[in-house]
């Protein structure tokens, strides 16, 4: 799903083209980043100017600047056209990479770099959050690192019971349910419909006050052209891109060359995994990126207490995402 379209692109029809007014804007950071101007200036002079961000507002800052030049969508990639020449990106991430040493951020950058593969693809299936990784005993000889919800524990407070997770019973339940896949080779062709935009609360209230002012004939109403605009922004966020085909294409490629998978590989993992949602004491449920879930029975993983109660146990828990 594509909730936040990168600036400098549009949807239409469930496919991805260049907007050309916001197109313009990216290619002019890029052009002053290149001419050595820094971040926070390339904002000032934006603001200033009264030019709107992505989320249609004038106000700029030297984070909203620095992730249009890091975004690797203006390379142009199966869906994004591409907006920014190679050689373009190539030195405006040159000159990002300098800065980010001459600061000392190298390791910070290189750290977000080397997240685990479970990052952000892990989510609960009791109370939505996502899972994140614990440090238990932190730099002793005892330290163990396990994957809980992120509800696990707040203010000192237990607040979700879900299975606790080793990063080899992860990778496990990936294998098992990927070569369950491969074995059911018909479901590589699955392709999911595409579904319809989502409208919210939100959406239901701007259409209907639009509907009010058309039959009142206020089409001149500087509200209604507000309006307008504002139910076209929501209508997008709602909206999936059309990228069901291909993905099924993708997966079976992924495994073509696989008759069973004996050890996780991490690019695989990447590629073909959307997320797997954890089922207090039953199942995993792994959900490949054509759509297809398979549920992997599990046991009982907490170890925190009796029958899986949450006792104290004095543990150094710092936590990962």
Known sequence: MQRHMPMGYKMINGLIEVNEEQAQIVKAI??????EKSLKAIAKKLSDKGVLNANMKPNWNHGSVGKILQNVKYQGDEFYPRLIDEATYKKAQDMRAA???????????NAMKNQSIFSGKIKCGECGETYKKYIEHAGKP???IKW???????QNRVLCRNSFFTEEELKSIFTEATNQLIRQKKRLDNIQPNEPPKMNLEFRQTDNRI???EQDGEFS???????IFKRAVLYYEGSNVADQKWNAEKLKSALSD???LTEINDELFEIIIKRMTVYKETSVKVEFINGVIINISIEYKRKDGKNGS???NGSNHTASS
């Open 148 to 154: 809980k919800c992120r509800n696990y524990i707040f």
């Open 211 to 213: 509907k009010e002012l």
């Open 99 to 109: 800065v980010e040493k001459k600061l000392g951020r190298s390791q910070q950058f």
């Open 30 to 35: 890029f052009t002053d980043y290149i001419k």
């Open 221 to 227: 109403s500087p509200e209604l052209a507000e309006l």
């Open 258 to 260: 696989i008759n069973t």
């Open 310 to 312: 949450s006792e104290k």
């Open 142 to 144: 005892s330290e163990k």
